[in-house]
T-cell receptor, first 117, second 110 residues
């Protein structure tokens, strides 16, 4: 079955260390997204990519970086510059939008819970 | 740009109905609804598009008032499996992103 795989499910890091979260999809989707979820704040967009080798900042990109070298993969690096990195991170994908209307649903991975101490 | 959801939380007994609302201050082209169980991925429920088109599950109903930039999700004859946090996501006219509300926590009890 097709889907999105995020790994690991739980991740623990010391403050000051960079950490990379993995996101792989076999849905043949062009667009991929990273969201951050904090209690009571819903989902906030970090970065998104609509095509290989191209990506755009979302609302809260500071302290994060991404790459999109392959269609199937969209890893997120949480750098030491991110002030409050402890959160639940969700990766999502969808077919390439035909326009800006967002007329197809997002498919989400099961998330990675990152704890930085 | 983040839509506002109401109520923030609701508790139902099995068989009761509920309405969850989502409103935006911006012109909307589409509204998405997702349900998330604790620690799991959000699951797609429905998309409502400007102009009246809807895509989603048969047992879920929703409305989209384009003039008021509001959407409502209707949960009827609730079951224990309906418990979770419901999010609306709004697609703005002319924007590439989807903005999510803060969620409505629904708890269905026996």
């Amino acid at each position: 079955d097709g889907g999105i795989t995020q790994s690991p499910k739980y991740l623990f890091r010391k403050e000051g260390q960079n950490v990379t979260l993995s996101c792989e999809q076999n849905l043949n989707h062009d667009a991929m997204y990273w969201y951050r979820q904090d209690p009571g704040q819903g989902l906030r967009l970090i970065y998104y990519s609509q095509i290989v080798n191209d990506f755009q900042k979302g609302d809260i990109a500071e302290g994060y970086s991404v790459s999109r070298e392959k269609k199937e993969s969209f890893p997120l690096t949480v750098t030491s510059a991110q002030k409050n990195p402890t959160a639940f991170y969700l990766c999502a994908s969808r077919p390439k939008p035909s326009d800006r209307a967002y007329n197809s649903p997002l498919h989400f991975g099961n998330g990675t819970r990152l704890t930085v101490t | 740009q983040q839509p506002v959801q109401s109520p923030q939380a609701v508790i139902l007994r099995e068989g009761e109905d509920a309405v969850i609302n989502c409103s935006s201050s911006k012109a909307l082209y589409s509204v998405h609804w997702y349900r998330q169980k604790h620690g799991e991925a959000p699951v797609f429920l429905m998309i409502l598009l400007k102009g009246g088109e809807q895509k989603g599950h048969e047992k879920i109903s929703a409305s989209f008032n384009e003039k008021k930039q509001q959407s409502s999700l209707y949960l009827t004859a609730s079951q224990l499996s309906y418990s979770g946090t419901y999010f609306c996501g709004t697609g703005l006219t002319g924007a590439n992103n989807l903005f999510f509300g803060t969620g409505t926590r629904l708890t269905v009890i026996p």
